[in-house]
């Protein structure tokens, strides 16, 4: 049983429209990181949020905090065939260092 | 380039046999974890290292698991009498020695028993 819940499971798109996957959890944590991962490869991280209600832009992509840091989503404004992969969100409870992972977000993005 | 060297990318083993992975290290961090993923998951805590210290187990981890960090540095991950449900991607993490919680990831090992 993984602590945090992503969804959707799948999503596919088409090039140019936006997209937002969330993440949710019942349990609160000190920080919060996404990840992107492609075939074969390992997770790349793409950025932490630490503060409740913290908003994070990196370029087309905003990373939102809940409030109560139990929480997060990730929204692609315009999305890019580059964008396609497994979209992976990782919470780190509060006194420890680990990650909790959840199941990810395959994204596809068609051009 | 994450900073972090996994070996073999791949292995294919027949079940019952025994198996080893190699996590390297490019920089000094001194926390280093493994991870194992299977198909439409996402990671699973296996267990991590602070320096040369085992620190935590998972309870994924059976007695045919075992991991070593000898020098504080590389560290390895033997799987013994492999089963089928050992096929997964062995992912090796770093976390830095300034207590932030970013991990850094190995391309990982696939691992598949046939």
């Known amino acids: 049983t993984q602590l945090l819940e992503q969804s959707p499971q799948f999503l596919s798109i088409q090039e140019g429209e936006n997209l937002t996957v969330y993440c949710n959890s019942s349990?609160?944590?000190?920080?919060l990181q996404w990840y992107r991962q492609e075939p074969g490869e390992g997770p790349v991280l793409l950025v932490t949020v630490v503060t409740g209600g913290e908003v994070k832009k990196l370029k087309r992509l905003t990373f939102q905090f809940g409030d109560a840091r139990k929480d997060s989503s990730l929204h692609i404004t315009a999305a890019q065939p580059g964008d396609t992969g497994l979209y992976l969100c990782?919470?780190?409870?509060?006194?420890?260092?680990?990650?909790?992972f959840g199941a990810g977000t395959t994204v596809t993005v068609r051009a | 380039d994450t900073g972090v060297s996994q070996n073999p990318r791949h292995k294919i083993t027949k079940r019952g046999q025994n198996v080893t992975f190699r996590c390297d290290p490019i920089s000094e961090h001194n926390r280093l974890y493994w991870y194992r993923q299977t198909l439409g998951q996402g990671p699973e805590f296996l267990t991590y290292f602070q320096n040369e210290a085992q620190l935590e187990k998972s309870r994924l981890l059976s007695d045919r698991f075992s991991a070593e960090r000898p020098k504080g540095s590389f560290s390895t991950l033997e799987i013994q009498r492999t089963e089928q449900g050992d096929s997964a991607m062995y992912l090796c993490?770093?976390?830095?020695?300034?207590?932030?919680?970013?991990?850094?990831f190995g391309q990982g090992t696939r691992l598949t028993v046939v």
């Open positions: 993490a770093l976390q830095t020695s300034q207590g932030g919680t970013e991990a850094f």
């Open positions: 349990s609160v944590f000190s920080s």
């Open positions: 990782a919470g780190v409870p509060p006194y420890d260092y680990k990650l909790s």
